[in-house]
């Protein structure tokens, strides 16, 4: 359903990059990245100086694994923002791409900007690639201390040499424990 009204919504607005790269995000999620690709094309195309559109294309290459089309995206979203998140991304892409020495630099970079949520999820997914398990888990700690709660975000292939550790299992299940938890929408009555 959510897929149908991003899909309306760009048909009557097709100009409206917001939109474009929101639907670009759900079709990858959604497993139909090709067609996220596409969606974030159109939003570059539309405004190739807006963080955002430079972002998604950069997450839209990368979830093809398309690494080396992704670098110039990624590096330029890194000069534009160097939040701990960007310059994890790009450490990531880097890698993948077998440039391991950038990756290096790009992942201190990361590691020295502020740490955040998305920040150390994004670290614990190159230590994972990096085969630094204990430096992996110990930033998906972090992570959800910070209220990262999603456990879909662990799906990521660079954490399958980590999946059977007893230490993942438990971040993982504390992150699905407190998704599954329902939110309080009011304070408690006194």
Same mark, same amino acid.
């Given at each position: 359903?959510?897929?149908?009204?991003?899909?309306?919504?760009?048909?009557?607005?097709?100009?409206?990059?917001?939109?474009?790269?929101?639907? &670009?995000?759900? /079709?990858?999620? *959604? %497993? @139909?990245?090709? #067609?996220?690709?596409?969606?974030?094309?159109? +939003?570059? =195309?539309?405004?190739?100086?807006?963080?955002?559109?430079?972002?998604?294309?950069?997450?839209?290459?990368?979830?093809?694994?398309?690494?080396?089309?992704?670098?110039?995206?990624?590096?330029?979203?890194?000069?534009?923002?160097?939040?701990?998140?960007?310059?994890?991304?790009? &450490?990531?892409? /880097?890698?993948? *791409? %077998? @440039?391991?020495? #950038?990756?290096?630099?790009?992942?201190?970079? +990361?590691? =020295?900007?502020?740490?955040?949520?998305?920040?150390?999820?994004?670290?614990?997914?190159?230590?994972?690639?990096?085969?630094?398990?204990?430096?992996?888990?110990?930033?998906?700690?972090?992570?959800?201390?910070?209220?990262?709660?999603?456990?879909?975000?662990?799906?990521?292939?660079?954490?399958?040499?980590?999946?059977?550790?007893?230490?993942?299992?438990?971040?993982?299940?504390?992150?699905?424990?407190?998704?599954?938890?329902?939110?309080?929408?009011?304070?408690?009555?006194?």
């Amino acid at each position: 359903a959510a897929l149908a009204d991003l899909e309306e919504a760009a048909r009557l607005d097709p100009t409206n990059v917001f939109t474009l790269v929101i639907h &670009a995000d759900a /079709l990858g999620f *959604a %497993g @139909r990245p090709e #067609e996220g690709l596409a969606r974030a094309r159109q +939003a570059y =195309a539309l405004d190739p100086e807006s963080g955002v559109s430079i972002m998604c294309m950069a997450q839209s290459l990368e979830r093809l694994e398309r690494w080396t089309e992704a670098i110039p995206y990624i590096e330029n979203a890194c000069h534009r923002d160097a939040d701990r998140t960007t310059m994890a991304q790009g &450490a990531i892409i /880097l890698y993948h *791409a %077998g @440039r391991r020495a #950038e990756a290096e630099v790009m992942r201190a970079k +990361a590691e =020295a900007a502020a740490e955040s949520d998305w920040g150390d999820f994004q670290l614990a997914r190159f230590h994972a690639l990096a085969g630094h398990p204990a430096r992996a888990i110990q930033l998906l700690r972090e992570a959800a201390k910070r209220g990262l709660a999603d456990p879909e975000v662990l799906v990521f292939h660079e954490f399958d040499p980590l999946r059977r550790d007893p230490a993942f299992q438990a971040v993982v299940a504390d992150m699905s424990r407190r998704w599954a938890s329902p939110l309080p929408l009011a304070p408690p009555a006194d």
